[in-house]
T-cell receptor, first 115, second 115 residues
């Protein structure tokens, strides 16, 4: 069982809908990440939260809105998406601000289809 | 500048053949960490190995082996006697803990094992 849980696993939404993706970790990590993985494309880092503060926002459109209410939970709020936003959205966590390079623990992802 | 290069996009092998995935990295730091992750069709990235820059010993874990060559900045991954369950995308990644401590991923290698 993964230490990072993402829900839902699959989501189909219309372009006018509002939905949220949820990520939860109980590993005691203090940094969390959202990645987008489109078909045939590399992993794209979207947002980074460290100690519940957003520290990176890599030119992501405003129709994606992250929220990190505490160190164990991360949300990605979605509204008025486009079909090209269809992708696998992966959440990851790590122990940040600490040299050691322990890598990330990933969730299973939410496969999003925008119709 | 791309920090991690995985040149082969898709590799097809017949079951029981060996397959080697190349990973070339770029860093100015003397302390860094290298990783390999496996992403099966289910979507989750699964951690395979972490190697620090001071440990140049090659490693073998079952049918998996890794060849770290600092002189050529490479960290190659070999699957011996491949099986259908090895079909996945494999990512190489670099972490610079005294830099921004983020994982920089390569584009991934899609491995298809044909029965």
């Amino acid at each position: 069982e993964t230490g990072v849980t993402q829900t839902p696993r699959h989501l189909v939404m219309g372009m006018t809908n509002k939905k949220s993706l949820k990520c939860e970790q109980h590993l005691g990590h203090n940094a969390m990440y959202w990645y987008k993985q489109s078909a045939k494309k590399p992993l794209e880092l979207m947002f980074v939260y460290s100690l519940e503060e957003r520290v990176e926002n890599n030119s992501v459109p405003s129709r994606f809105s992250p929220e990190c209410p505490n160190s164990s939970h991360l949300f990605l709020h979605l509204h008025t998406l486009q079909p090209e936003d269809s992708a696998l959205y992966l959440c990851a966590s790590s122990q940040d601000r600490q040299p050691g390079g322990y890598g990330y623990t990933f969730g299973s992802g939410t496969r999003l289809t925008v119709v | 500048a791309q920090k991690v290069t995985q040149a082969q996009t898709e590799i097809s092998v017949v079951e029981k053949e060996d397959v080697t995935l190349d990973c070339v990295y770029e860093t100015r730091d003397t302390t860094y960490y290298l990783f390999w992750y496996k992403q099966p069709p289910s979507g989750e990235l699964v951690f395979l190995i972490r190697r620090n820059s001071f440990d140049e010993q090659n490693e073998i874990s079952g049918r998996y082996s890794w060849n770290f060559q600092k002189s050529t900045s490479s960290f190659n991954f070999t699957i011996t006697a491949s099986q259908v369950v090895d079909s996945a995308v494999y990512f190489c990644a670099l972490s610079e803990p005294y830099g921004n401590n983020r994982l920089a991923f390569g584009k991934g290698n899609q491995v298809v094992v044909i029965p």
